[in-house]
């Protein structure tokens, strides 16, 4: 049996029981949910490793369970949906979701961006292996602008005294900026730099990660240059 768990959050018992069907033949493993409400208390005590995640939802809708999930982690989030409108994909990107599979949708395709999301994500992840670790360990470098340390090994971030809380895309955002101060880079860059190159929703996600960013670290020299982008300005932001 594969080692990830699977949620799937659908109030329709056919699609929920198909969609877990398909991915147990993949050997994944799976809970089936039929509320939004349901699923907050899974990821409370027992977060899965991937969801997927029906937008239509009784009670508490998909988006704001996105919401509060993304507000946490940044577990991988595949949001479904009938709705083929433009601007509830964005929506639901910019709340956090990282991949938007309109219904009716091909079972083997969904299985296919699990796979992707997975092997994205998870990649990510420092080996759990002790050797493995301590060769990390003596690998660790720092990157530092300003006020700003980052430790990409260890995936950690200070401004100051202060260790910032960061998700896995406000890291690597923070990141892409810390190692090219005062490089202005464009929302599509930052797009495939921190989304990939696959990635179809709207560069308004890049304003909204950007938005968390400064919500944690108020003083961070990250500046808009207009008609273009963004950048991480070298020398600002220092604290005394």
């Given at each position: ?19 877990e069907?398909?991915?147990?033949k ?7 949910l039929?509320?939004?409400e ?43 949906s ?35 999301q ?43 005294k ?79």
């Amino acid at each position: 049996m594969n080692e990830y768990m699977i949620a799937v959050v659908d109030d329709d018992s056919n699609i929920r029981g198909l969609v877990e069907a398909y991915l147990h033949k993949e050997h994944f493993q799976t809970v089936g949910l039929g509320s939004a409400e349901e699923a907050w208390e899974l990821w409370r005590n027992d977060p899965p490793d991937l969801w997927v995640l029906d937008i239509m939802l009784p009670g508490m809708d998909g988006y704001e369970l996105c919401r509060r999930i993304r507000s946490e982690a940044d577990v991988p989030i595949i949001m479904i949906s009938a709705k083929d409108n433009e601007v509830d994909k964005i929506l639901g990107l910019e709340l956090g979701g990282d991949d938007y599979l309109v219904k009716p949708f091909s079972p083997r395709e969904l299985v296919a961006r699990v796979k992707r999301q997975l092997q994205r994500w998870y990649k990510q992840r420092p080996a759990d292996d002790p050797a493995s670790a301590q060769a990390a360990s003596a690998a660790q470098h720092s990157v530092d602008v300003g006020s700003l340390r980052m430790l990409p090994d260890e995936r950690r971030a200070f401004f100051g005294k202060d260790e910032l809380d960061l998700t896995f895309k406000e890291f690597d955002l923070l990141r892409v900026f810390a190692e090219h101060p005062n490089r202005a880079f464009t929302r599509e860059e930052l797009l495939v730099l921190v989304w990939g190159d696959d990635y179809f929703g709207s560069d308004r996600a890049v304003d909204h990660l950007i938005k968390r960013l400064r919500k944690k670290a108020d003083q961070l020299p990250i500046e808009a240059v207009w008609g273009h982008g963004y950048r991480l300005r070298s020398g600002g932001g220092e604290e005394a």
